[in-house]
């Protein structure tokens, strides 16, 4: 759309069928609570409404547990509430197998997977990381 405006409202994510596999599909940017935790594709920071730099920026930021894509690799940051309980950020936002040209031969050895989290309530849980690699190995 950003080259020819008249593609503008021809397509959206509906026409992609998500929903009927299964998926349910928010808005862009919509944060959406789970057990607590806080999903967004990232979080916006300060006035501008930029991402959070770190997965520790997003948990002071946020103040609660809260999972984000936007950015490649995995990064993990970890606090604890006032009444002990722990709150876990984490940017996980590479669950492919390509290369990405404007990354380079250096910005593309990152990890790539995604994650699990078991027992999850209140803002807790205990995350699994589970990585291509290991996909690939497993089941090929």
Not at 113 to 122: A, R, T, V
Request: with cysteine; glycine share 10%; net charge negative.
């Amino acid at each position: 759309m950003n080259d020819d405006s008249k593609l503008d409202g021809v397509l959206s994510v509906d026409d992609l069928g998500y929903e009927g596999y299964g998926w349910k599909v928010y808005p862009f940017l919509e944060v959406v609570e789970i057990a607590g935790i806080a999903f967004a594709h990232y979080f916006q920071t300060g006035v501008m409404g930029r991402p959070a730099s770190s997965a520790q920026a997003q948990l002071n930021k946020k103040h609660q547990s809260c999972i984000a894509g936007h950015q490649q690799g995995l990064q993990i940051a970890t606090g604890f509430k006032a009444n002990r309980s722990m709150i876990t950020s984490i940017i996980a936002g590479s669950s492919y197998e390509h290369n990405e040209d404007y990354l380079g031969p250096q910005g593309n050895k990152h990890w790539r997977g995604f994650l699990m989290l078991h027992d999850s309530k209140e803002g807790s849980f205990d995350p699994m990381f589970v990585s291509l690699n290991y996909i690939n190995q497993r089941y090929a």
